[in-house]
């Protein structure tokens, strides 16, 4: 079957950094998308992998490991704004997106 | 970035009543749109893949009769509940694909629609 997981909370402090992992089991694959979804909103992409390696964007990196069916999203420089739930999904042969269930990571001054 | 508008943003109707959302892509053609569901501190819940022109693509579980989708124009598409019930109450969510590069290599969503059924 495909099963996306995540952890389901984390807690950082403002200025450190946060590693936020996933692994995945799809049927074929398409890339790897991380999502940012603020409580009540719809979600905001962040970022996409297809290979392997490490994808910087601003504070924001994503690392994709294909062989492990792994990922990580890291996030440097945190913000309180940074509070907010993180969606990991794999896309899957069909195009797909499978959803992991979110990681709600909680920011502490 | 490309952007995706869903209206109404909130909705409360009576139980029984139909609700019509829209999901609008408005600096690209969509021809694929996704339409899911979100429970409280759940993940999104893929409900159907609707495709303009034709019949949309329902998920297991999900009942094509009570959510009516429809993909009239490429810019468009409609998730009708029909005959709503409390159960129904969730936050509905749509995406589309800008289609450029790989297929489905971005989703942008719709600001979702809290829909509550009294």
């Known amino acids: 079957g495909q099963n996306i997981d995540q952890p389901t909370e984390m807690t950082a402090t403002e200025g450190a950094i946060v590693q936020i992992n996933c692994t995945y089991q799809?049927?074929?694959?398409?890339?790897l998308f991380w999502y940012q979804q603020h409580a009540g909103e719809a979600p905001t992409f962040l970022s996409y992998n297809v290979l392997d390696g490490l994808e910087e964007k601003g504070r924001f990196s994503s690392f994709l490991s294909r062989s492990k069916g792994y990922s990580y999203l890291l996030l440097k420089e945190l913000q309180m704004k940074d509070s907010a739930s993180y969606l990991c999904a794999g896309m899957d042969s069909n195009y797909q997106l499978i959803w992991g269930a979110g990681t709600k990571l909680i920011i502490k001054p | 970035g490309a952007v995706v508008s869903q209206h109404p943003s909130r909705v409360i109707c009576k139980s029984g009543t139909s609700v019509k959302i829209e999901c609008r892509s408005l600096d690209f053609q969509a021809t694929t749109m996704f339409w899911y569901r979100q429970f409280p501190k759940q993940s999104l819940m893929l409900m159907a893949t609707s495709n303009e022109g034709s019949k949309a693509t329902y998920e297991q579980g999900v009942e094509k009769d009570k959510f009516l989708i429809n993909h009239a124009s490429l810019t468009l598409s409609t998730l009708t509940v029909t005959s709503a019930h409390p159960e129904d109450s969730s936050f509905y969510i749509c995406?589309?694909?800008?289609?450029?590069?790989?297929?489905?290599?971005?989703?942008?969503f719709g600001q979702g629609t809290r829909l509550t059924v009294v």
């Open positions: 995406s589309a694909s800008t289609g450029q590069g790989a297929p489905g290599t971005e989703a942008f």
């Open positions: 799809t049927s074929g694959f398409n890339g």
